[in-house]
C-alpha cells in the first residue's frame, strides 16, 4: 500500500559496507565476469541502463532505453569473454560487449508466434542467451524458445 524504496550497497569482498546511496537508481540485475568486470542493470528515473564496472570504476554505459510498465532486466548471461544478454521482462533483449574497439551494444529482434503475444501491460520473457551465432530467449508460453541471429555488434561512443 505505501510506497517502495530502494537502497544500493557497494561491498568489499569481506562484506563490509564501503558505501551506501538511498534512493534511485534502482538496481535490477547485477552479474560479474570472470574477470571480475562488474555488470549492472538500473532504472535511473525510468530509463534503463546497463553499467560495467571494473576495480571500482565505471568502464561503459550502455543505455537500454524507456522502462516500460511492468519491465525490468530479469536476466544477464554471458556473452563470450566480455560481454552480457540482457533479458527484459518485456521481451526486448540486448547484447553488450567491451570489445578491444569499444564498449558495443545491440538489440535483438525475435518474431514471437502469434498465440505468444503477451496480453497488453505484460510480458513473456525469461531469459535470453547466446550460444554460437544465435540468441535464444525462453517465454512463458508453453515450452517456447524462440532464436535470432546474433546481431552484429554497433559500437558505442564512451563517455
Not at 44 to 49: F, H, M, T
Not at 70 to 75: C, R
Not at 97 to 115: A, I, K, Q, T, Y
Not at 134 to 142: K, S, W
Amino acid at each position: 500500500e505505501g510506497g517502495v524504496s530502494y537502497a544500493r550497497l557497494r561491498l568489499a569482498p569481506d562484506g563490509t559496507i564501503l558505501e551506501r546511496d538511498d534512493g534511485p537508481p534502482e538496481l535490477q540485475f547485477v552479474w560479474f565476469d570472470p574477470s571480475g568486470t562488474g555488470w549492472f542493470a538500473e532504472d535511473r528515473g525510468g530509463e534503463l541502463c546497463l553499467f560495467a564496472r571494473r576495480g571500482g570504476n565505471e568502464v561503459a554505459s550502455f543505455p537500454l532505453g524507456p522502462r516500460g510498465s511492468l519491465d525490468f532486466v530479469q536476466d544477464l548471461k554471458p556473452f563470450g569473454e566480455r560481454g552480457v544478454v540482457a533479458g527484459l521482462w518485456s521481451g526486448r533483449v540486448f547484447v553488450a560487449s567491451l570489445e578491444e574497439d569499444g564498449p558495443s551494444l545491440s538489440s535483438v529482434r525475435f518474431e514471437r508466434p502469434s498465440e505468444c503475444v503477451p496480453p497488453s501491460g505484460r510480458s513473456l520473457l525469461y531469459t535470453a542467451t547466446a550460444y554460437g551465432h544465435r540468441v535464444y530467449a525462453t517465454l512463458f508460453c508453453g515450452a517456447t524458445v524462440l532464436g535470432a541471429p546474433l546481431p552484429p555488434l554497433s559500437f558505442i561512443p564512451v563517455d
